[in-house]
């Protein structure tokens, strides 16, 4: 049947032009489809490469605000020791003044009681030996 119709003079090579035709049709159907498939991938490859770039600067920015972290955890342990210094400094000062003002105490009243001085000072000096 195939080589009947190819003998007929004007549906023979009509016949093989339309059969031409379909087959470059497919194969342009199916570069179209390779075609959509490369953008689809290159779009793909596109975010990728975003994505990455994001992913870079955000491990940039993290690794700043660690840095800042760190620095300001620095600063804060630096003040705490200072304000603890100044905090003992304080209460050295206090204590030493309530030993020099029990004494003065002492001396004005003119304590016969050696036991009752014995006891404060006694106190006194435990207080004195407690400081830092």
């Known amino acids: 049947m195939k080589e009947f119709i190819k003998n007929i003079p004007i549906i023979g090579p009509a016949t093989k032009i339309a059969w031409t035709l379909l087959h ?17 991938l290159r779009d793909v490859t596109m975010t990728i490469a975003a994505s990455t770039q994001k992913i870079q600067q955000l491990e940039t920015e993290l690794a700043a605000s ?20 100044h905090q003992a ?3 050295q ?3 030493d003044q309530f030993i020099f003002d029990a004494r003065q105490t002492l001396l004005r009243h003119d304590i016969d009681d050696q036991e009752k001085m014995a006891a404060v000072l006694a106190q006194a000096s435990q207080l004195q030996e407690k400081r830092p």
């Open 24 to 40: 470059i049709n497919s194969f342009i159907q199916a570069l179209q489809h390779q075609q959509d498939q490369i953008d689809e």
């Open 89 to 91: 400094l304080a209460m």
């Open 66 to 85: 660690t840095q800042k972290i760190q620095q300001l955890q620095d600063g804060l342990a630096s003040a705490v020791e200072q304000q603890l210094f």
């Open 93 to 95: 000062q206090r204590i």
